[in-house]
């Protein structure tokens, strides 16, 4: 499906990115609507950093089969610890969501205007773990800090981006984690598979710490 972007002038659009599974359908349908797509990864939250790099290099992968150019946007752990330190109990699309959300967006947005790209976009709002709505109210914010830039809120699941999504997943082969990405939803997760009885063993949160 033809996507249209409203108040844009010219083709370029930057792209926050997650992961290659969240991401792909939306670089593919960007691309096939005619716009210049720049994958910008900034994903601090991310732990541990053997996560973190196994999904910066599907994307890398991703990214350089179809051409995109990407962007580091580097990994700094310890300055996301900081920015959501008090929040460690919040539940998953609590608080401590929206304001990894809105680091990590306030970063894309900062690239975007020093770059010239008026607008910016993200690949978090697709996935089953986030609040969509949380998500763009991010993304507007950090667009507001910039003048110039416009956040591009189409939910990207939709008109059939679930179902894209899942066909590159399974052609491309792409690492899927298990998790959302951060320490916090790590330790949910292992605690509800432990509930479940998977028969999966996991270690104490402590030694991963």
């Given amino acids: 499906m033809k996507i249209c972007l409203p ?3 010219g083709k370029r659009v930057l792209l926050h990115a997650c992961c290659a599974p969240c991401c792909a ?4 349908r960007l691309s096939d609507s005619g716009f210049e797509v ?23 992968r991703y990214a350089g089969k179809n051409r995109i150019f990407f962007v580091d946007g580097d990994y700094d752990p310890d300055r996301w610890f900081e920015w959501t330190r008090g929040h460690e109990e919040s539940p998953e699309r609590g608080e401590r969501c929206g304001l990894c959300f809105d680091m990590r967006l306030k970063k894309t947005a900062a690239y975007a205007a020093e770059n ?18 949380q998500v763009t109210r991010s993304g507007k914010k950090a667009a507001s800090l ?4 416009i956040y591009c809120d189409i ?27 951060c320490l916090y939803s790590l330790e949910s997760y292992k605690q509800k598979a432990q509930n479940l009885n998977h028969g999966k063993v996991f270690p104490p949160a402590s030694s991963i710490l």
Avoid at 116 to 130: A, D, P
Avoid at 155 to 172: A, P
Wanted: with cysteine.
């Fill in 25 to 28: 359908s939306i670089i593919k």
């Fill in 146 to 149: 910039f003048p110039g830039t």
């Fill in 116 to 133: 010239e790209f008026q607008v910016f976009t993200s690949s978090l709002g697709i996935s089953r773990w986030k609040d969509f709505d």
């Fill in 155 to 181: 939910n990207w699941r939709k008109d059939g981006g679930i179902e894209l999504m899942s066909r590159i997943t399974h052609e491309e082969k792409f690492y899927r984690q298990d998790y959302c990405g």
């Fill in 38 to 60: 720049t994958v910008f990864f900034y994903n601090p939250n991310v732990y541990p950093r053997e996560e973190y790099a196994k999904r910066k290099q599907e994307v890398i």
């Fill in 7 to 9: 108040e844009m002038t």
